[in-house]
C-alpha cells in the first residue's frame, strides 16, 4: 500500500473542487484531487451530440443575481445565451389533457453556455497542473492524526487503495454524502453528523431527459417549448436548444418518485408519448435522446434521497461549521454555501470561502 504525501487534498472533482484547486493553483499551493467518478464535474454532465452537449445537470445561470458565475464565463472566454421563452406554453391536468397556456418567462432571466455547463469544469480543469486530479479515487475514510490528516482511498469495510496524508482537506462533496460514504475517525459529533445527513443533496433524486431534433417544430406553431405537467412522467420541460442552430432540444425533470422510474426504457417511452401530447407527432421522433437519473448514482445520492425535493432548500454549513479538527478540514460543495447553496454561484462561493481559510 502506498503512502504519499500534499499540502492540500481536495475530494470531489466538481464545480466547486475544480473551483478550489484553480484558486489554490494562483495562490501557487501544491494539491491534490481525489474524484470517486472517471471523469471530472460531478453533477455537471453533458454528453455529446454532433457538436451539441445537452445539459443533464445544472442548466441555468442568472447574470443579474449571479455574479460570480457571470465573471468565470467571462474570465474563461465562455459564450452564454438567453433561455429561449418566445411563445406560448403548455400545460397538461391530471388526466392527462394538455392545453396552451401563457408563458411564464423566468425572473430573472435565466441564461445556458454554449457547449453545456462542463465548459466551466473543463476550462478550470485546463489549467490545473498535470496530474493534480486523480479520477476513480473514491474516498472511503478520513483520519485526524497529530500533525496530518490522513486520506484512504477505497471502499469501506475493505483494506484501503492507499493513504495521504495531507496538511489540509477541502471536502468538496455534498454532506450527505460525505456522512453517508466516508468513515470519519475519530466519529464526528452526533450533531454534526446528523445535521450532514439532514443536508438533502440538490437534484440527487431528480432524474433529467434530454432530446434532440433536426427542427424546433413547436416554435414554427407559436410555442416557447415550456411546459408544467400534474400528469408526468415530465412536471416540467424547456427548450433546450443551443441558439439558433441545430439541433434543437426539448429537456425536463422527471416528476415521478425514483422508486418508480427503475426501468429506464419504458421510462423514455413514456416521456416521447408526453411530448407527442405536448407538442405534436414529431416531438415523439428525436434524433437522439438522454436520460440521466441521478438518484441512482451512488457517488451523488444515498438511500435518504429516494424521494426528490422539489421545493429548494435553504443551504448553509452544516451545524453552523465550515471546519472541523482545527480547521484541516474545510467545508466545500454548493450544498454547504448560504449564498446560492445548491446553485452554480454558491458551489463557486463555497469553494472561495474553503481556501481563504486555509491559506
Known sequence: MTVETVDTLIIGAGLSGIYAASLLAKANRSFVIFEARDRVGGRILCPKYQGYSPDLGPSWYWPAI????????????????????????????????????????????????????????????????????????????????????????????????????????????????????????????????????????????????????????????????????????????????????????????????AAQRRDRQQMVQAILLQLQILYGENAQHPVAVFYRDWAMEPFTATEYDQRAVHAHPVYEPPSGRTDIWDGRVCFAGTETSDHFGGYLEGALASAQRAVKGIL
Open 66 to 257: 449571479n455574479p460570480k458565475i457571470d465573471q468565470l464565463v467571462r474570465n474563461l472566454g465562455l459564450t452564454g445565451y438567453p433561455q429561449y421563452e418566445t411563445g406560448y406554453g403548455r400545460f397538461q391536468a391530471v388526466d392527462g389533457h394538455a392545453r396552451t397556456i401563457p408563458g411564464y418567462p423566468m425572473e430573472p432571466e435565466g441564461w445556458r453556455i454554449s457547449g453545456g455547463m462542463i465548459t466551466l469544469v473543463n476550462g478550470l480543469y485546463q489549467h490545473l497542473p498535470e496530474g493534480v486530479v486523480r479520477l476513480s479515487h473514491p474516498v472511503c475514510g478520513i483520519e485526524k492524526m497529530t500533525d496530518h490528516v490522513a486520506v484512504l482511498v477505497g471502499k469501506i469495510g475493505d483494506p484501503p487503495q492507499s493513504v495521504f496524508r495531507a496538511n489540509q482537506v477541502i471536502l468538496a462533496i455534498p454532506p450527505r454524502l460525505a456522512g453517508a460514504t466516508i468513515l470519519f475517525t475519530p466519529d464526528l459529533s452526533h450533531e454534526l453528523t446528523q445535521a450532514m445527513l439532514r443536508t438533502s443533496t440538490w437534484m440527487a433524486g431528480q432524474a433529467k431527459f434530454f432530446a434532440l431534433y433536426d427542427q424546433a417544430d413547436w416554435r414554427k406553431i407559436g410555442l416557447s417549448g415550456q411546459a408544467f405537467s400534474q400528469h408526468g412522467p415530465l412536471g416540467e420541460v424547456h427548450d433546450g436548444s443551443n441558439g439558433p442552430g441545430k439541433p434543437f432540444g426539448l429537456t425536463g425533470f422527471v416528476g415521478i418518485p
